[in-house]
């Protein structure tokens, strides 16, 4: 599964096409998909991906995410397919993140059905915080190979979460 824009559009620093490996997500129900779909769209829609180190390219790049042995790969090209580096990251740090996450956002659909403002308000805000950890986990795993700014790391955030709905 692809999401892209054209390429063309020139922006540096940042990614402009996200494959899934097929082999390492499975498919699902047409509603997790579905989510997976708009992850990888808000995604590329904006982001701020800045490869560090030496000899790194500014971008724009593609990226092709997997999952090998507990591990989130991250296969970095530019444009032309060419590889700039492959970055992995460990999964089950995110994992009570992630599960307290599905749980706060189960409550606050519940929450929706019958309870006031001021109790979806409060629901929310914890669904937020856990949203901005698991966030700032990313972020600080990821930092010694790429800089994202919190609205990426975020989005990556949901697209990891995505990946680990059953169905």
Same mark, same amino acid.
């Given at each position: ?13 940042? /990614?402009?096409? /996200? ?67 492959? /970055? ?24 929706i059905k019958a309870s006031s403002p ?32 919190? /609205? ?16």
């Open positions: 599964m692809t999401s892209q824009d054209d390429g063309t559009s020139g922006r540096p620093r940042s /990614i402009v096409k /996200i494959a899934l490996d097929e082999r390492s997500f499975l498919r699902r129900r047409p509603e997790v998909e579905h989510e997976r779909e708009v992850a990888l769209f808000d995604l590329l829609e904006e982001n701020t991906f800045i490869l560090k180190g030496e000899g790194a390219l500014p971008g724009p790049y593609h990226l092709k995410l997997g999952l090998s042995e507990d591990r989130l790969v991250f296969d970095v090209s530019d444009t032309k397919e060419t590889p700039c580096r492959q /970055i992995t990251m460990p999964v089950k740090p995110f994992r009570m993140v992630i599960k307290d996450y599905f749980l706060v956002c189960e409550s606050y659909f519940d929450a001021s109790q979806i308000e409060a629901i929310d805000m914890g669904r937020r915080g856990l949203h901005n950890e698991g966030a700032q986990m990313l972020r600080e795993r990821l930092a010694a190979d790429v800089d994202l700014d919190q /609205i990426t790391a975020r989005r990556f955030f949901t697209l990891l979460c995505v990946l680990h709905m059953r169905g």
